[in-house]
């Protein structure tokens, strides 16, 4: 029986990097090459060794692909193209082409910067990298070779984040990346067919929780913020240029409109730019609300959020900035820290994972005096918050998805295991289906029912259909008799003389022989008679012919007599029928084996 | 509560060394350790952390007397307790379980340990673990037992070793200068390891049913890992104990298990053979029995990895050779093995194989990749002179290409096969760069770039295989130094492609042939007879001009690329210390320009990189009376002006790129 493999080589029982492996029908597919932020060594990229001990990666892999931009997902292509070698097909969405690299660029500068690491990849690899790229559209099937395919599908969590429907065969399995069931203030909610996959792999970052908890952040956020303005203090916001910034300003937005709040905000303008450019570029991945506003206006024309000056940092009194990056470790961010840091009424607010080294992770973990270049130190006054706002799906978000795809199996990755085995057993409980939750570098198998569609001629429908039976109906299923043609990558279900036609070869009759020996003192015409009138008798509904030859035929069977030589009473009957009529064929040698009736004429 | 053996890290100060370690184990921590262990119900993790340290601190002598006095290495290493606490099923606390146990094994004690606790038998199973991570871990343990304890004299097997003649030591390994002097109860304790292992290898090496092929690829694996370092005594205990098992194995053809037997086979023909000894006859005859598999896509992989061992054996290195050229001779009709190819055992079923479209590209691609290492085998190996070679690439690649004069020969049933793919097109563009440095092959420099610039000029040419073929170009350039050879129609139309490519919609192909261009123009300078200028071997086109163009491009990366190619192109003008054109002043204006307005790093980083470039080859190649005034001042007010823009930039990189000029 065919199998599906699933092994994570990240994600398994973890948040780390992201990199499950799966075999399908003979191909070998990666999904995801994510990198783990939390170490500074060989661990943080997946070990590659385990599947190429014996060749090239290139030669093992039919392809790669991204979910989406987020650099535990992305993280490690440029090490795996361009370090360890893969040269083959490389698949993710337009916006996560585009939007990839600057991630990379960041953390390759970081790295380069903050740890000094010398063996890391460099700007050119990032780019060769890229070029290997082919871009996926939503919902358009993609040939990567003449057995599989792929298709992408709206996931919701950041700009061009897609799930991927990968198929061989009858074979297929669905890949979630993260996603987001429910829409938010400017992206869509991740949607599906209903394509019922051998197997889901989905994220579950968020097994056990549910969606208010999300709101309470965002409760939590904007009276925090609303606090500092309160008491004359400011608030900075770093940010990478797309992503969550985007539904902060919204938030903050509709929350300053509401409470009639006067206090500026700003953000960079490096930020308005890129993440203009990017929202026009890709405008059709945002949600509906978003589309519309854009054919009016810039999505960054707020009433209250204005495009900031380096000036306006020394300006006195309450405001807030979006400022990237988003790590504080260098840019204008990094500038307004050092200028706010000093003052206890203000606050910085990280709403997302800051790198070992970076002055972000610094502040995060509680240092309150930093050293800063040409030895001078700065004191930290102001207040640290950090706030996640990653876009997962939560634990129903999770059930919904499943009941949209319908799947036959469950994998669940990128998550806790005690979330998981939480979630597993809901699920199975719920779907009355198999739910995996394999670790990193276990393989689950599944066992899949293959079902090889073939072509019918009309013909034999046609003949099938003569008989009386039912019409035709692809959900019921039923037996049809026929003569199977395998032919050049195609499976024809065809009659057998169309079959022979279209061969060019020669009908073969088969038949088979038997000699019965019988006590009968008559002449040999007269024992042929003799069978004729017996069988006359027996076998009513036969077509029986005495034939002037000097034979009996009962349907294909031919019958004759001839006499022994020894004895001329003892006689020997020659049966022969066509394989066709093999049973009736059995029948009469036994029948006749027993003799003829004394009372016949 | 935090136990005590806890605290005692946590509340150090900076990192501890292992002596204080173990001293502040011995004095605080452990004896409060075994009834944590077993009270407290510590999480996976802990347990995981604590077997590795364990582990750890059990590597000397000292520190396993320690754990051992404390019963500590009984109840952490005890894999049945774990067992029952349900715990063993988290992989983290069996690849930790084993980590632990291959720090300790580090001396005869631990080894002793390791016996009498009956480890081997577990260790074993977790070979066939459903964790990939264990599986290699078990491996690793598996091979350091019976490598690290191996006895350097050769009376470890009751008199299993072979006599070496001139008993010279065999090869080195780590194990030879760590480890010597082994006492008689460790040499009892390898045995039974030893013995326990080597018979389980033995039973399970060849699958009973089709499920079991995992546990023999792991068993092949595991040989390979002690088949590299054995030494004579071990290695030929160990193929005297699998021989009969991996011929069973080579008869019954397993294709995933090709490759890992064919390794195995190497290891233990070439280990046998640099003995000098002659190599053993059992093992000879399962490398002859491998290249005569059946199954031409198994003996396509066989023959390469052959090759790939460098092995000196001419008649097996012959055989591997015509192998691996036959799909090639076989599509493109090139006679690379002769005429009489009829003889060639397996013709009939690679043509065949050839026809189906998956093993056909697979073949193929091997074929093509083992191409250049052909190259180089001995004269009375290769069956044609290398250039053969190269005019069968450069077929297949017309015929990739759908080129209908290269389809009148070979054959046309495989061809519907290649036709189009990008596979097959990159393996032999890679395969035609290797061939370049090939003896005897220079002569196909015009006939390389024929091909090479029809492909640059076909609009449905993937950007990865358009890439390649720039590649190829430049390194056909490089190698063969002599550019007279390539024709004034040629350059022409090179030119026109350059031309053409250079606004291709997509950025990819845009980046590409203007990062060709620059390194056209630093092999051309290089070339034995360089041009008056290197932007003349374009013919008509001018590519200063292009690059000029593609510093407006929309993509940053391909800014930044036209930059580098352009400091690439002028370069040569700058050594010669050619007078300054208006041309170069536009240029620097434009430079200056994006230096302060890109809004992308890698285009100011590398403005910041072409002055320079401009200024180091100007202060070395041009004495100050030569140069032309006006360019030596447009430079230097251009240093200033690079120096004040680069050094407040917000990209550190332009920043340090720019302190680094100044």
Not at chain 1, 516 to 536: C, E, G, M, N, W
Not at chain 2, 186 to 209: F, G, H, M, N
Not at chain 2, 250 to 274: E, K
Not at chain 2, 524 to 540: H, I, K, Q, R, Y
Request: hydrophobic residues 40%; glycine residues 6%.
């Amino acid at each position: 029986m065919p199998e599906i493999k699933v092994t994570p080589l990240g994600a398994g029982q973890d948040v780390g990097r992201s990199c499950i492996l799966v075999s399908i029908g003979g191909k070998n597919i990666m999904l995801d090459c994510g990198m783990h932020m939390g170490y500074n060594d060989d661990r943080r990229f997946p070990d590659f060794s385990y599947i190429t001990q014996n060749g090239r990666l290139t030669d093992f892999l039919d392809c790669v692909i991204i979910s989406h931009f987020h650099l535990d997902h992305c993280g490690a292509l440029p090490y795996m193209s361009e370090m360890v070698g893969y040269d083959g097909p490389i698949y993710m969405t337009h916006p996560t082409k585009a939007i990839c690299p600057i991630l990379l660029e960041d953390f390759r500068k970081i790295t380069v910067d903050k740890k000094g690491e010398t063996n890391f990849f460099t700007s050119q690899m990032i780019k060769d990298c890229m070029k290997k790229v082919i871009p996926l559209n939503l919902h358009q099937t993609v040939q990567v070779d003449d057995e599989l395919e792929i298709k992408a599908y709206y996931a919701g969590h950041v700009l061009g984040a897609a799930m991927v429907h990968i198929k061989v065969g009858s074979e297929s399995v669905v890949y979630t990346g993260d996603y987001n069931m429910t829409p938010d203030r400017h992206l869509g909610a991740a949607w599906i067919d209903k394509c019922r996959p051998d197997i889901l792999i989905s994220e579950s970052t968020y097994a056990t929780t549910i969606r208010d908890s999300k709101r309470c952040r965002e409760r939590d956020f904007l009276k925090k913020v609303h606090e500092t303005i309160e008491r004359g203090g400011k608030v900075l916001i770093p940010v990478f240029a797309l992503g969550r910034a985007q539904e902060l300003c919204i938030l903050l937005e509709t929350f300053w409109e509401r409470m009639n709040l006067k206090a500026p905000i700003y953000f960079s303008t490096g930020l308005t730019e890129k993440a203009n450019h990017y929202y026009k570029l890709f405008i059709t991945w945002t949600n509906q609300k978003i589309r519309k506003t854009f054919v009016q206006r810039n999505m960054f024309e707020f009433k209250h959020i204005k495009a900031f000056d380096r000036s306006y940092a020394d300006n006195p009194g309450p405001m807030v900035v979006f400022a990237t990056p988003g790590m504080l470790h260098a840019g204008q961010s990094l500038q307004i820290f050092k200028k706010w840091a000093g003052n206890e009424k203000n606050m910085v607010i990280m709403p997302g994972y800051c790198v070992q080294g970076t002055i972000g992770h610094k502040i995060l973990n509680g240092q309150r005096k930093l050293e800063m270049e040409g030895r001078a130190t700065l004191d930290v006054k102001l207040q640290v918050e950090y706030m996640s706002f990653s876009a997962h799906a939560d634990a129903k978000g999770i059930m919904q998805l499943i009941r949209m795809a319908e799947p036959r199996n469950m994998v669940l990755v990128h998550g806790e295991a005690v979330k998981m085995e939480f979630l597993k057993g809901k699920i199975e409980q719920e779907f009355s289906i198999d739910c995996y939750m394999p670790a990193n570098g276990e393989t689950i198998t599944v066992t899949t029912n293959p079902s090889v569609p073939v072509d019918i001629s009309l013909n034999l429908l046609k003949r099938e259909m003569a008989l009386g039976g039912p019409l035709p109906d692809p959900k019921k299923p039923r037996t049809m008799h026929g003569t199977l043609i395998m032919k050049e990558n195609s499976l024809k279900l065809v009659s057998s003389e169309q079959a022979l036609k279209e061969l060019g070869l020669n009908e073969h009759q088969l038949r088979f022989t038997c000699r019965v020996q019988l006590q009968d003192p008559h002449s040999d015409p007269d024992t042929l008679h003799r069978i004729y009138t017996h069988l006359k008798s027996v076998l009513k509904g036969y077509t029986i012919q005495h034939l002037p030859d000097g034979t009996v035929m009962v349907e294909s069977i031919v019958i004759k007599v001839s006499s022994s030589a020894e004895d001329t009473n003892t006689k020997v009957l020659l049966l022969s029928w066509s394989y066709q009529d093999e049973d009736l064929g059995s029948f009469l040698s036994t029948l006749l084996k027993k003799g003829l009736p004394s009372g016949l004429c | 509560m935090t136990p005590a053996w806890r605290n005692c890290w946590t509340g150090s100060q900076g990192s501890p060394r292992p002596g204080d370690l173990c001293w502040r184990l011995s004095h605080v921590c452990l004896s409060s350790y075994p009834l944590w262990l077993t009270k407290h119900h510590p999480t996976p993790g802990v347990i995981s952390f604590t077997l590795k340290l364990s582990g750890l601190i059990a590597a000397t002598e000292d520190g396993f007397r320690m754990l051992q006095e404390r019963s500590i290495l009984d109840l952490a290493f005890n894999h049945q307790h774990w067992h029952e606490a349900g715990l063993w099923e988290d992989p983290c606390i069996r690849i930790s379980w084993i980590q632990g146990l291959r720090s300790m094994l580090q001396h005869s004690k631990a080894l002793s340990f390791f016996v009498q606790a009956d480890f081997t038998l577990p260790l074993l199973q977790l070979q066939t673990d459903a964790s990939l991570f264990v599986v290699s871990a078990a491996n690793q343990m598996l091979a350091h037992i019976l490598l690290f304890f191996q006895p350097t004299s050769p009376a470890g097997f009751n008199g299993v070793d072979k006599k070496h003649g001139d008993g010279k030591t065999t090869r080195a390994s780590i194990a030879d200068i760590e480890h010597s002097g082994i006492p008689m109860e460790t040499s009892q304790d390898y045995t039974t390891v030893v013995t326990a292992i080597l018979e389980y290898l033995k039973e399970s090496l060849v699958p009973k049913e089709n499920t079991g092929l995992h546990q023999s690829l792991q068993i092949l694996k595991l040989l390979a890992l002690l088949l590299a370092q054995a030494r004579p005594s071990l290695r030929d205990k160990l193929l005297q104990t699998v021989a009969g098992s991996l011929e069973e194995l080579a008869t019954a053809g397993y294709s995933q298990l090709t490759l890992p037997l064919m390794d195995i086979i190497l290891a233990a023909h070439s280990s046998s053979s640099t003995d000098g000894c002659v190599p053993d006859q059992r093992v000879t005859h399962l490398l002859s029995s491998m290249l005569k598999m059946d199954k031409p896509s198994d003996l396509i992989h066989a023959a390469a990895a052959f090759l790939r061992r460098g092995n000196q054996d001419t008649v097996h290195s012959a055989q591997a050779v015509r192998i691996l050229l036959l799909p090639l001779h076989i599509i493109t009709g090139q006679t690379l093995l002769g005429t009489n190819t009829a003889v060639e055992e397996h013709q009939f079923s690679v043509v065949e194989q050839l026809k189906t479209k998956t093993p056909c590209i697979s073949m193929i691609c091997v074929c093509l990749t083992n191409t250049p290492q052909i190259t180089l085998t001995p004269p009375d190996v290769l069956p044609c002179p290398p250039v053969l070679i190269v005019t069968a690439v450069l077929s297949l690649l017309r015929i990739c290409s759908g080129d209908s004069s290269s389809l009148s020969t070979g054959c046309a049933e495989v061809f519907r096969n290649v036709i189009g793919s990008g596979k097959v097109q990159k393996c032999a563009l890679e395969a035609l760069m290797g061939l370049s440095s090939s003896p005897g092959v220079k002569d196909k420099l015009t006939e390389v770039f024929t091909v090479l610039i029809q492909y640059l000029n076909n609009p449905d040419l993937d950007p990865t295989v358009l890439h390649k073929s720039y590649q190829a170009l430049v390194k056909w350039m490089s190698v063969c130094k002599d550019l007279s050879l390539i024709t004034h129609q040629l350059r022409q139309d090179l030119s026109e492609v350059v031309k053409k490519r250079v606004c291709d919609m997509r950025w990819e192909v845009r980046d590409s042939t203007v990062e060709f261009v620059g390194k056209l123009a630093s092999v051309v300078s290089s070339a034995e007879e360089p041009c008056d200028a290197p932007e003349a071997f374009l013919g008509g086109c001018c590519s200063t001009p292009l690059l000029r163009e593609a510093l407006q491009d929309p993509e940053s990366y391909v800014r930044a690329s036209a930059i580098s190619a352009l400091a690439q192109t002028l370069a040569h003008s700058w050594q010669q210390g050619a007078a300054l054109t208006q041309e170069q002043t536009d240029i620097v204006s434009r430079l200056l320009e994006i230096l302060s307005q890109d809004t992308e790093g890698f285009a100011r980083r590398a403005v910041v990189q072409y002055f320079i470039t401009w200024f180091s080859s100007h202060s070395s190649h041009t004495s100050p009376s030569s140069s032309p005034s006006s360019s030596s001042s447009l430079l230097m007010n251009s240093v200033s002006s690079v120096l004040s823009l680069g050094s407040v930039d917000l990209d550190w990189e332009v920043k340090v790129h720019t302190l680094g000029a100044g």
